[in-house]
């Protein structure tokens, strides 16, 4: 049953527009940032230094860049899930399919379950199309400027690692906004609910933490704690140091990151197993 | 003996907690296996949440739901595979054509093939429309797909809720002789309306609900039997109406100009009353009133 179910939600999921309109969005706002801030960083340098400092774009750093900062769940790693999530379980609720699929016996968290489990393969396909996109953008940037030859300096072993670091930093976004979709079952509602924690809330939260000295604490916040896991996707840089400044532990950050997804999706299922589903 | 499919014990719902709106109050229902049933009242009477609570998709405050003899709450729908229905405005994806929502609720039943989805879409009317996005479809064609949804794995029983609304006279017609039909080959329905003459119609069975109680279940004939109104033109009206006081079985007695009206009893008996009490009426006519004279009196 819930197999059977997964492959519907999936099949649902690959012929509706919210996916391709985010697949396309994420593409192009990656293929913008790495251009913009390829050309922004030498406009800077030529200058003598005054936007900053710029990430370099080119290869192996801005793999690295693209993995870690621009696809961060604080980021577009954080924005894909909500707006997929949201498109996926909310506006069921609004056209009453979600109702038509309970009141056709099939379980409750059956319903929830597969649904949820069906967003993993959507976000992993964004994610390697925007590796793709925004990995070939960097090469470009690279091959125009330095030439072809700094790719031997990546880890490519670790590619399918950073892959699924990323992806997993995703999931609790994913979960979170589903547990936001079950509580208010509006588009704006879940939209604004959890754009709000990931831009503002957890900051509040980590520094009250911080406050109250539990400072080690806040790094295990949802957010945080896989901002850090994408941290680790440094590796990508053969001889990098920079993963050995961590605060946590990879193990850890993996465990921290599916932790607060079964949290959330904990919650959400079991609100969802209570509610009362008008019609 | 009559095998119930469906009954309910009890049932209530109390939206808001304890000082909420009671939207069903403690309704007992029976619907048997092969029937039409109506369930029928006025806006707001409670139809939609109690259909809600049969589908699993309400908690029921108190009481107690049974589909096949299995119970039914949010969190046992095991009965539901059974049950097809429509309630409220039909629920598809916008964005998919009729052919792709059916194909989509096809995967949920391992028995409903390519063959299946093609006849409920031409049971329905739709067979033409099959493959237009179903955003741009009128209130009349969703409500027909919502139909074929309800009917797509040939279901044991049918809760429909205004299942016309939005058709036209001709869809409402053909929506009638569907049901007749589907009950004629072992379905059950239990149909939710305001439409009096459609239920008067196509049920066996009716149950009346007002402010979330029922008011009348039974038979079409037998409630509206009840009903029936004798009229007699007689030379004293207020004297025969004294009379008929006395007959056992009259629920209402009404004078009005040179006639008396009454209700609860047949119109040999009302004849026989009178002439003993040396009344003889000049006119004596039984009107078997609508259902929707039954309903408004019912409802009131
Ligand atoms: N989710 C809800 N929360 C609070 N009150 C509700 C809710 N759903 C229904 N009600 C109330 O319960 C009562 C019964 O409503 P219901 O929709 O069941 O009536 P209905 O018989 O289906 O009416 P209609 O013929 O208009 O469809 C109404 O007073 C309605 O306002
Ligand atoms: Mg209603």
């Given at each position: 049953m819930?197999a059977?179910?997964w ?15 985010t697949?396309?969005?994420?593409a192009a706002l ?5 251009l913009?801030?390829?050309f ?7 200058q003598?230094?005054g ?6 774009m ?8 693209l ?7 604080g980021f577009?790693?954080g ?13 069921e609720?609004?056209?009453g399919?979600l109702?038509?699929w309970l009141?056709r ?10 649904k ?9 396909l964004?994610l390697?199309?925007a590796t793709?996109?925004g990995?070939g953008a ?14 031997e300096q990546v ?6 690692l950073?892959?699924?670091?990323t992806?997993t930093?995703m ?7 589903l ?10 509602g879940?939209?604004?609910a959890?754009m709000?924690y ?11 933490l ?6 080690t604490a806040a790094?295990?916040?949802?957010i945080t704690v896989s901002?850090?896991?994408?941290l680790?996707?440094h590796?990508?840089?053969k001889g ?8 946590v532990?990879?193990?850890a ?5 599916l932790?607060w ?19 | ?25 403690r ?21 939609t ?5 049969l589908l ?11 589909l096949f ?7 046992h729908?095991?009965a ?11 629920a ?18 391992p028995d ?7 006849e409920v879409l ?5 067979a033409e429309?099959?493959n ?9 064609m ?9 009917l797509?794995?040939?279901p044991?029983?049918?809760?429909l ?8 006279p001709a869809?409402?017609r053909?929506i ?10 072992g ?5 939710s ?14 149950a009346?609900l ?8 039974g ?6 039997g009840?009903?029936?109104v004798v009229r ?12 008929l006081?006395?007959?056992?079985g009259v629920?209402e007695i ?6 008396v009206h009454?209700k609860g009893v047949s ?6 009353h009178?002439v ?8 004596l006519t039984s ?9 408004l009196?019912?409802?009131?």
């Open positions: 819930f059977n179910l492959a519907i939600e999936q099949r649902k999921t690959f012929k509706r527009k919210a996916f391709v309109i697949l396309a969005g994420t990656l293929v913008f940032l790495v913009g801030t390829h922004s960083a030498q406009v800077a340098a030529q003598g230094g936007i900053g400092e710029l990430p370099s080119l290869w192996p750093s801005g793999i690295v860049v993995l870690t900062d621009f696809l961060s769940p577009i790693g924005i894909v899930p909500v707006i997929l999530a949201t498109a996926f379980l909310v506006e609720y609004r056209w399919t109702q038509l009141s016996g099939v379980p409750r968290s059956t319903v929830l379950g597969a949820a489990a069906a967003l993993v393969l959507p976000l992993l964004t390697i199309a793709l996109i990995g960097s090469a470009l940037v690279t091959h125009l400027g330095a030439g072809p030859g700094s790719a880890n490519f072993a670790q590619l399918v950073s892959l699924l670091r992806l930093a999931l609790p976004v994913a979960a979170l906004t547990l936001l979709g079950v509580l208010t079952r509006s588009t704006a879940t939209l604004g959890a709000g990931l831009l503002l809330g957890e900051q509040l939260l980590g520094g009250l911080s406050l109250t000295g539990l400072s790094l295990y916040l949802p901002t850090v896991l994408t680790y996707n590796t990508l840089i990098s140091e920079a993963a050995k400044s961590i605060p532990g990879q193990a950050a993996f465990a921290g990151a932790l997804t079964a949290v959330f999706l904990g919650l959400a299922m079991w609100r969802f197993n209570r509610q009362d589903l008008s019609i | 003996m009559y095998e119930i499919v469906l009954q309910t014990e009890d049932l209530r719902k109390q939206f808001g907690g304890p000082g909420g709106i009671v939207a069903v109050d309704i007992d229902l029976s619907v048997r296996r092969g029937e039409v049933f109506g369930f029928l009242g006025p806006n707001g009477a409670g139809k949440t109690a259909i809600g609570m699993g998709l309400l908690q029921p405050t108190s009481g107690r739901v049974e003899g299995q119970p039914v709450t949010p969190r729908v095991a539901l595979r059974q049950v097809g229905s429509l309630v409220g405005a039909p598809m994806i916008p964005g998919f054509t009729a052919l792709q929502n059916l194909h989509v609720l096809a995967g949920l039943h409903v093939d390519e063959r299946r989805v093609d031409e049971i329905v009317g739709l429309a099959a237009r996005r179903v955003k741009g479809f009128s209130l009349g969703k409500q027909r797909l919502g139909l074929a949804v309800a797509l794995h040939r044991e029983l049918l809760i809720d205004e299942p016309t609304n939005g058709l036209d869809g409402m053909e009638r002789e569907l049901l007749q039909t589907l009950a004629g080959a379905a059950t329905v239990f149909l309306s305001h439409l009096l003459h459609e239920v008067e119609q196509v049920c066996d069975r009716v009346i007002n402010r979330g109680r029922v008011v009348a279940q038979e079409v004939s037998l409630l509206l009840d009903q029936a007699a033109c007689v030379p004293n009206p207020v004297a025969a109406a004294q009379a006081r006395q007959l056992d629920t009404e004078s009005n100009g040179s006639y009454v119109s040999e008996a009302v004849n026989l009178l003993q009490h040396r009344i003889i009426p000049s006119e009107g078997r009133p609508d259902l929707e004279n039954v309903f009196e019912l409802t009131r």
